[in-house]
């Protein structure tokens, strides 16, 4: 069949073979938005006059939740009523970030076809999903019809060997491969992981790389489906029957295939205001910040957060800085409870928030001040993204947020660890 797995998946749901570059209307299995997106959502299934929809959908809130202003509390309110009136399911405000949640729901497997009103639904590629963000009016149409159309898009192969060094984790290989492909070096691509580095990963960690392959333009991301794939569906989503992994075939016909070794890789950041331009964190050593922010669809996950307990641990966040954390959902937050990961947190003077969005996109929980120099765990760092343009945002791994909070400056967190 020489098929890549966007190909073999976009086929399954399109009832035909396809290739890359053809078009197709496409049945999809879920879709989903968010209280930033949800709204206009609404408004068009209502213009649509749809009476029933055609798609199983969710609403999360959690770009803004709690609500921290009255128009905000009005959009929540108008979702909640079209989620009793159209017999969907809501996440409402505490229960997370939809792309931790609705994996962790068991809703979506591999070989699904997902659309999510949101630009990071690509993360859900870690488990084999072809899963996609789209605008609101396009999500409407999948569920008023059930279907969408697509083009298969071509597919890069990328191959990561070597072996991690200290200090660095999937964050820094993420970013690291956005800095040497470019903002806009896979657009409209799908990118498929493989390589030794890969295998051993978690799936916390190889979502936080497919949650970033937006950044770099792509349509969608996949990881390996492995034992690690059935065992996460498991243990995280409780989810028991069978599942059928999607392989791509050997002879699968590739754009381009490009190979990372990254043996010599240390921590990597993103300076301000672009993803794709990359420094070492030791570069930067004497950059003082204000405020650091752990959590968002990248990391903040569980694994994420043990790394930066590992770090903080009978230590204290420097003076004058910030440090705030935001469990991507109530299940890692309750995770971390038992753990002791929370106590370690609030007793080195960090602070803890309810899981959500809201410090990442900038409407509540940490908007920096005018000339702040913010270092995150976040996935974008464009001028405003935290709410305030005239602030100064680094992206890093949990591991370079938690030892900068420390020290004050940015740090490579090589010797805490």
């Avoid at 570059?21 to 049945?27: F, Q, V």
């Avoid at 408004?43 to 969710?58: N, S, V």
Wanted: aromatic share 6%.
């Amino acid at each position: 069949m020489r098929q890549t797995i966007a190909e073999k998946i976009l086929s399954k749901h399109a009832g035909r073979i396809l290739r890359a570059g053809d078009l197709a209307i496409c049945k999809v299995d879920f879709a989903f938005g968010q209280d930033g997106t949800s709204s206009i959502i609404i408004d068009r299934i209502k213009e649509f006059a749809t009476l029933k929809l055609k798609t199983q959908f969710c609403m999360v809130i959690d770009h803004s939740a709690p609500s921290p202003n009255e128009g905000v509390s009005k959009v929540h309110k108008k979702m909640r009523l079209f989620a009793e009136e159209m017999n969907c399911l809501l996440y409402d405000i505490g229960c997370g970030v939809c792309h931790q949640v609705i994996p962790e729901s068991g809703k979506v497997l591999p070989g699904d076809l997902v659309l999510g009103a949101d630009s990071h639904t690509c993360t859900y590629g870690a488990l084999g999903v072809f899963s996609t963000g789209v605008g609101s009016t396009d999500l409407a149409v999948a569920l008023a019809t059930g279907k969408n159309w697509f083009k298969v898009p071509e597919t890069i192969k990328i191959i990561i060997k070597g072996k991690l060094p200290k200090g660095v984790f999937a964050k820094d290989l993420i970013i690291h491969i956005i800095g040497s492909i470019g903002a806009n070096g896979a657009t409209y691509k799908a990118v498929e992981f493989f390589g030794p580095v890969i295998d051993k990963l978690s799936i916390d960690a190889r979502m936080t790389i497919c949650n970033m392959v937006v950044e770099m333009g792509a349509k969608v991301g996949f990881m390996p489906q492995d034992k690690k794939t059935i065992s996460w569906f498991k243990k995280e989503a409780g989810y028991i029957k069978h599942i059928n992994l999607v392989i791509p075939d050997k002879d699968a016909r590739y754009e381009k295939v490009l190979e990372f070794n990254i043996n010599g890789l240390v921590p990597q950041v993103s300076i301000p205001h672009s993803v794709d331009t990359v420094k070492t964190a030791r570069e930067l050593k004497n950059i003082r910040i204000n405020q650091a922010f752990l959590g968002t669809c990248t990391n903040g996950r569980l694994e994420d957060l043990k790394i930066a307990a590992m770090i903080l641990k009978g230590r204290k966040v420097a003076k004058g800085v910030k440090l705030i954390i935001a469990p991507s959902s109530r299940s890692v937050l309750l995770k971390a409870l038992k753990l002791g990961i929370i106590d370690i947190f609030i007793k080195s003077g960090a602070v803890i928030v309810a899981p959500g969005c809201g410090p990442c996109v900038g409407t509540h929980n940490g908007i920096p001040a005018d000339q702040e120099i913010v270092i995150s765990s976040a996935n974008r760092n464009f001028k405003g993204r935290m709410g305030n343009p005239n602030a100064f945002i680094y992206l890093a791994s949990p591991a370079t947020v938690s030892a900068s909070a420390i020290t004050g400056y940015i740090t490579d967190p090589k010797k805490y660890l």
